[in-house]
């Protein structure tokens, strides 16, 4: 076997855990979105579509329902179009993957296939097709359908984490104790928070992390609705300055800290920030960045300036069946990268130093971080 075969098999073979998804376990049906339809109606494919038909207003598409949208992104971006974008290829790669024809010219195939499927194999299916052995979910207490069902005492599947949430209930006026409850009651692997600028958290966070035991990730760089009218798919990016990450990470070297940032800019800085600060983990290439070519230049930088001693990636899944394309694309990004500084050591590894490095970067690292 050649050096790139042994490390793709290594890295085909290790475990994941998902540091970050916006999936739900089994026990929150409402929440548990796969198939077809909701494949096709990813707001970054409906970005993408209401780019290439101008034709058609964000607020028409809206006003349909998700089949009637699933068939419009259907036709605009298989049909018309090349899958050539990410997000298309990765709808190509999961049909692909369940044998069904990503060249169809509608989607009846799929659907027939979707609705003869129980959703407890679904969801062992999509864990064992696509590696994954934990993932993380996303958790907002304030959203009034999740919150309900964890009111009625719902426990998810242990291999479905739980991380709570900020972004709305950083706003609570009592924060302290919504923090106290609902830390209780979901026990959160981490607490998380999407932010333009880096800025101090406030108080309540770094003592319930510290309380807690618990990792703060900082999901940096995103500008909510630039474009409103796209709904989810009408956030931007920004550059950000790293230098608050510097102070917040020196001021409290008890609070550990997962980052991730959304400007391709940013990635380099993080590394060299991360090289000062052990409590501070970069993970995954989010969202623009989730992108094979910007996965291995990312991934290539991390080992440079790091080592193995970061998360390559995390999926953002939310749906389900993204599981499989997700991390079948990222493992070969993240294997590409290994394979060229495996190339760069005078003496070539053996089959136990891939292995070891492949399970770390997949989900050893991830699992000592989140005391799993
Ligand atoms: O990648 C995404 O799906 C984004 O819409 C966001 O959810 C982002 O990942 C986030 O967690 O804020
Ligand atoms: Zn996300």
Same mark, same amino acid.
């Given at each position: 076997m050649t050096l790139a075969e042994r490390v793709a098999t290594a890295v085909d073979a290790a475990p994941i855990i998902d540091l970050h998804t916006h999936l739900f376990a089994p026990q929150f049906p409402a929440l548990n979105l796969w198939g077809v339809d909701e494949l096709l109606t990813y707001h970054y494919l409906v970005a993408e579509a209401l780019r290439a038909e101008p034709k058609v207003t964000p607020e028409a598409f809206f006003a349909l329902d998700k089949k009637a949208q699933a068939d419009l992104v259907w036709a605009s971006l298989f049909v018309r179009r090349s899958p050539l974008s990410e997000a298309t290829a990765g709808v190509a790669t999961v049909l692909a993957a369940f !044998? $069904? +024809?990503? =060249? =169809? *010219? +509608?989607l009846r195939e799929a659907r027939a296939f979707f609705a003869e499927r129980r959703v407890e194999d679904h969801v062992e299916d999509v864990l064992r097709l696509s590696g994954v052995s934990a993932l993380a979910m996303t958790n907002d207490p304030t959203d009034p359908a999740e919150r309900a069902i964890w009111e009625s005492g719902a426990t998810p599947d242990p291999r479905f984490y739980t991380a709570l949430r900020l972004d709305r209930l950083i706003h609570a006026s009592d924060l302290a104790s919504e923090l106290e409850r609902w830390i209780a009651r979901m026990r959160p692997r981490y607490l998380a928070i999407s932010v333009n600028e880096v800025s101090a958290p406030p108080r309540a966070v770094l003592d319930a992390c510290r309380e807690h035991g618990l990792p703060f990730a900082m999901m940096i760089g995103v500008r909510r =609705? @630039? /474009? *409103? &009218? $796209? !709904? @989810?798919?009408g956030d931007g990016v920004s550059t950000v300055d790293l230098i608050p990450l510097e102070r917040l990470a020196a001021e409290n070297p008890d609070v550990r800290f997962l980052v991730t940032t959304l =400007? &391709?800019? /940013?990635t380099h800085p993080l590394c060299v920030v991360a090289r000062k600060f052990a409590n501070v983990l970069p993970f995954g290439c989010w969202w623009f960045m989730n992108n094979p070519s910007l996965i291995e230049e990312t991934t290539m930088m991390r080992l440079e300036m790091l080592g193995p001693t970061f998360v390559p990636q995390h999926s953002d899944a939310r749906v389900l069946d993204q599981l499989i394309y997700k991390w079948r694309h990222s493992r070969r990004s993240i294997a590409s990268a290994l394979t060229r500084r495996y190339g760069a050591m005078p003496v070539p590894p053996t089959d136990a130093q891939i292995e070891r490095d492949a399970r770390a970067l997949l989900g050893g690292i991830a699992k000592d971080w989140l005391g799993a």
């Open positions: !044998g $069904l +024809d990503p =060249a =169809a *010219p +509608d =609705a @630039v /474009n *409103p &009218r $796209l !709904g @989810v798919a =400007a &391709r800019e /940013n």
